[in-house]
Structure formats: C-alpha cells, structure tokens
C-alpha cells in the first residue's frame, strides 16, 4: 500500500496503474501477463506509450466534435435561426437546425461523421440544449468585450428603447455611440435587458447592472438618447434626469426622427380635413387587407365596386360606398396631392436622419432646408398643385370645381359661405397646412440646446472651414468641463489658431462633407496628434446622436429570433443570439481557437484540450 500511495502521486505511474488493472480484469486466468511477468513489465515502454496515444486520439475526438457544434453554432446565430427541434431523437425525420446542421458537417467529412452524434460518446455528444446555449454565451461574450475593447474606456454616448418581445415580455435595447481609434464614428448594439417594468428608476437600476458588469464608467457618458416617451425624457424624474444628476456632461437630444413623426402626426390630428383624409385612408387599408383577393382587385380598381356588391359584412359594404363617393370628390384629389408632396419632403429628411454617419451639425442643416423647401413650397407651391389636382381629376373622372364659384361648404350646404373656392382651398388649406407645418418644425426642433449647436457648427469642414469660430469654440469646450481643464482651454484657444492654418492649407482637408469625414481624415493624416485638444473637443460633438435609428432596428431583429415557436426562449440565450446576430462584423471576426479556449474555461469539462 505504501508503494501504491506513493506511485499515485505521479501521473505517468498513476496512469501506469489504471492501464495494468485494466489489463488485469481484461484478461483473467493464467494468461494474464500481470500474474505472469509481475511488476517486470511495468516499465514497458511500449505499453505505456499506447496508453498515452489513446487519451490523446480521445482528445482529437473530442476536440473535432467541439468544433463541429462550434460551426454549427456559428451559423445558426448569424442568421437567427432557431436551434432545437420539437423531435431530437435518432429515429426523428427533422431533429432541429442545430442537430441537423452537425449531422450535415459530418456527411461532408468522414473524420467528423466518425466522432459525433451516434458515433460519439452517449455522455459526450456535444449536441445537448446546454451545450447550445454555452457556446451562444461564448460567442457572444467575445462579441460584447471586442466592443468594449473598441470603445477603449473612451467617452460615448448611450442610447436606450423599449419593446415588448413576441411573450409580452418588457426588453430594453442599449446602444453605445462613440469614435473609434480610427476617428469612425461607430453605434455598436450591447445588450438586451429585461425589465419587470419601464419606469425610469427601472431602467436605471438595468443600466447600473449592464455598466458595473462590463466596467464601464457612469462618468464617461457625454451624450442620452432616447424617444419622447416621459419615463425617458422627462425633466424631473426620468431617466435623462437620472443620469444628470450623476453626470452633467451627458447632455440628452431627443430622437430627430421621433420629433419628425411628431411634427407630421400634428398637422393630421389638429386640421380638420386632414385628419378626415387619413382616416379614410386607414378605412381603406382595412378593407384591402382582408384578404389577398382584394389586395389584388385593388390594382386593378374593381374592389371598392366589388365589396360594396358582393360582401357579406354589412359594415364593409357600408364603408365600400362611403369610400367610392369620397375618392369621387375634389377634396380627396386635392388633398392628395398636397400630403404626396409635404409627406416627400419630410420622408427624404427621414431616411436622412437615419444614417448613423450624420453628426448632429449635419442633421440640423438638413432639418433646416427641409423647412426651406416648405417655405418654398408656400409661396410658390400653389400653382403647381392645383395644376396637379386638375390634371388628376380630368384623367379620373373626378368632379372639377371652378376656383371662381362661391365655395360650398358640405357640412352646411344651405348656409352661403360668402368665399369663393379659391380662397378655401389656397387660403384655409394649403396655407394653414403648410403653416401648421412650418411651425411644428420650429417648435419641435427648439429643444435642442440652441448655444451648443451654435458652437458645434465652428468645427464644420463644410466650405472650406468658412464657419470656424475660435471663440465660439472656446466656449464649446466649457460645455465639458470633465475632459478640459481651466489650463487646457487656455491651451486650446492657442491651438486653435494653428490648427486653422494648418488644416486650411492641407488639400486633404478640401470638400469634407461633415464632422465625421473631419475626425476620420484628422487619424489618418496625424493631425489629431498634432492638434489633441481640438480632436478631443470633436470627438465630444461627434457623440452626440442624431436618431436612435440604431436600436429602432434591433427590435425587428428580435421579432427574427424570438418567435412565436420559439416564445420560451429565455432571457440570457434571447440576449446572446441578438448581439451575435445585430453585431454581425465583430462576430464574424471570433476565431475557432478563442471559441475552443472559452468555452473550456467556463467550467470543468469531461475533456480538458
């Protein structure tokens, strides 16, 4: 027994002893070499190596089994596919994508057909439902910390939106805003959270959480974005006043896109008229959308004439004709062509805004020329439209009205309006649309901090520098008061002036479009090492978001891989296959071997490579 403990504690003895008592019970009687030759052959050379060439071909086994989960893996999360099946067992004609697609690895390679699903160990399959979700977690893990890596405990701005998943459960998209070392400004998705509920205290208390696990800094926010829900922006108790009070620098600008909804939602529900006209329109949209028949009939103009003959609902056929007479009348033409072309206007802003490549200099200069274009469109809109309107309802059959005739007001037809047609539709239509227009842009637009867009608009490259302030951009700079010191703007103020002359004579410089295009050209060029306060005051601006248009679109990407077949799925896994699937350009970059070395150090394995 002494002998025995003490050969234990080597591994090459102990593993001498499991190999010679295998071999004992193996072979039992007299033939067993062990009772034969004694401990002679212990020190056999060639026994032992045979040993250690099985572990290690078990290892290659295990390790070619790992990466075909790997692989398959890999796949499923890049196209959100579903991974179990309703049915995994052997004899199942559809064992799920995840099983299927190992399946199909190893019909393509005869090493791998060898060592997995059947072929493999019972307990060392690699195929399990825990297995999947681990080696999600793995990737994304390393998604998450090359973002963070990225990010490079730099400043940045948080973007934050809510949506209810395909389980009515409440999900909280984050969205990080930042420039990267290459002077790109990138929005780079971090996460899902689930949240019992969306009052502001709970969606701190989750930003908190996500911050403390990734270990990142409340204090290295300088920017909020977020919709124009209360709970998000409100002055005293939201979510933007919560983050505030911790941290003055992280001025908060409400979603440009949302406040571009608002502005046209506006001008429906406070004119009369227009509210009519999108009402029946909604109408309509129901009526065609119950059934592909009718979505058919619709091209070819036969549906409204077809329902109000032909349907068995009482409530449709009544709707059918009121429609008919409606899109019959001058009212519906004319409004059509107005909303065609106020709604053209603002939907080009629209798309606009949802570029994440535009600074915010940039989306008000756009916001700006649309309310440009309306102003145009007032003064000199009105013979083009009308122009239309008659055109369309001579080509339709659609009555005509003489613009000179007194106007006859249908709510009241026997009462005399003492106002010709003229003047109701230029007057009391066109004019107080576009008026109502015109000023929902001020309002909604005045927001923002007027003397910080002022100041930001001094760093444009537009024109050849032509609106550079220094002062202004002094004054910029005391908006941050974390990142420069009292030293520093008298620092920059200096580097201000030679910053100017030296970038204005650099060709390179010539025709940048934007603050972007600025930052990016600066990294390429080194000035931003010559000129370090003035790229650090860029950097600042360029945080700023225009459109939370980035997590708007994270939301359809979870309707792809949470679905209603799949409407268990838990938070964690919801969580990993949305930042493998969103942030698809790190993912893409994980290797097998990173892969191989994470998911071994998560926890203890039955194989250690």
């Not at 089994?65 to 559809?94: K, M, P, T």
């Not at 409440?170 to 019992?196: P, S």
């Not at 409204?304 to 349907?311: I, M």
């Amino acid at each position: 027994m002494r002998w025995l403990e003490y050969s234990i504690k080597t591994d090459k003895a102990f593993c001498l002893v499991c190999y010679l008592f295998r071999d004992y019970t193996e072979n039992k009687g007299g033939s067993d070499e062990f009772v034969t030759k004694g401990f002679d052959t212990w020190k056999n050379p060639k026994r032992l190596g045979d040993h250690v060439g099985l572990n290690e071909a078990a290892k290659n086994e295990y390790k070619i089994r790992l990466n075909a989960s790997i692989d398959a893996c890999r796949y499923q999360l890049r196209q959100g596919l579903h991974f179990g099946g309703h049915d995994e067992s052997v004899e199942s004609a559809n064992r799920g994508n995840f099983v299927e697609l190992v399946k199909y690895i190893a019909d393509q390679n005869e090493f791998v057909s060898k060592v997995v699903l059947e072929n493999a160990p019972k307990n060392n399959q690699m195929v399990s439902h825990k297995i999947q979700k681990e080696l999600a977690h793995c990737f994304a893990e390393e998604v998450i910390q090359s973002i963070i890596q990225e990010l490079d405990h730099d400043v940045f701005c948080l973007m934050v939106d809510g949506s209810a998943d395909v389980s009515t459960k409440e999900q909280v998209a984050v969205v990080f805003r930042f420039v990267d070392k290459k002077g790109i400004v990138k929005e780079r998705y971090v996460g899902l959270i689930h949240v019992q509920e969306t009052s502001s205290a709970s969606l701190k208390s989750a930003i908190d959480s996500l911050f403390a696990k990734r270990g990142l800094s409340m204090k290295r926010l300088r920017g909020q974005g977020y919709d124009g829900a209360s709970n998000m922006k409100g002055q005293f108790n939201g979510l933007r006043s919560l983050i505030l009070r911790e941290n003055s620098s992280a001025y908060y600008v409400h979603c440009f896109a949302h406040q571009l909804q608002l502005v046209v939602v506006a001008v429906s529900k406070k004119h009369f008229e227009v509210s009519d006209f999108f009402d029946k329109i909604s109408i309509l949209l129901n009526v065609v959308g119950a059934s592909c028949k009718r979505q058919d009939m619709i091209r070819e103009d036969q549906l409204l004439e077809y329902v109000e003959r032909e349907g068995s609902d009482g409530t449709k056929r009544c709707q059918a004709n009121g429609l008919l007479r409606y899109f019959h009348t001058f009212d519906f033409v004319f409004y059509l062509q107005l909303m065609l072309l106020i709604l053209g206007l603002t939907n080009d802003l629209s798309k606009a805004l949802q570029d994440k490549d535009h600074d915010i200099f940039n989306a008000m200069s756009l916001v700006k020329s649309t309310k440009q274009q309306l102003c145009k469109l007032r003064e000199n809109g009105w013979d083009s439209v009308i122009g239309k309107v008659n055109s369309f309802c001579e080509k339709n059959n659609t009555e005509l009205l003489i613009m000179e005739e007194e106007f006859v007001d249908p709510k009241r037809p026997r009462k005399r309006s003492n106002i010709t047609n003229l003047h109701y539709y230029q007057v009391e239509c066109f004019y107080t649309v576009l008026d109502m227009q015109i000023q929902e842009f001020n309002d909604r637009f005045d927001e923002i901090n007027t003397e910080l867009l002022g100041c930001t608009a001094s760093l444009s490259p537009i024109h050849s520098f032509s609106q550079f302030n220094q002062s202004k951009l002094v004054r910029l700079s005391k908006f941050y008061r974390e990142d420069f010191s009292s030293m520093e703007r008298v620092s920059l103020e200096h580097q201000l002036g030679i910053y100017i002359d030296n970038i204005s004579e650099d060709q390179r410089f010539a025709n940048l479009e934007g603050l972007g295009d600025l930052a990016r050209v600066m990294v390429e060029t080194k000035k931003h090492l010559s000129h370090p306060l003035v790229y650090r005051l860029l950097k600042l601006v360029l945080t700023l978001h225009v459109a939370t248009a980035t997590v708007e679109r994270s939301f359809p990407s979870m309707k792809i891989v949470k679905t209603t077949l799949r409407n268990r799925m838990g938070d964690e896994f919801l969580n990993d296959c949305m930042v493998c699937y969103t942030e698809k350009d790190h993912f893409d970059k994980v290797t097998i071997d990173t892969m191989v070395k994470k998911f071994q150090n998560m926890g203890d394995r039955r194989m250690t490579l």
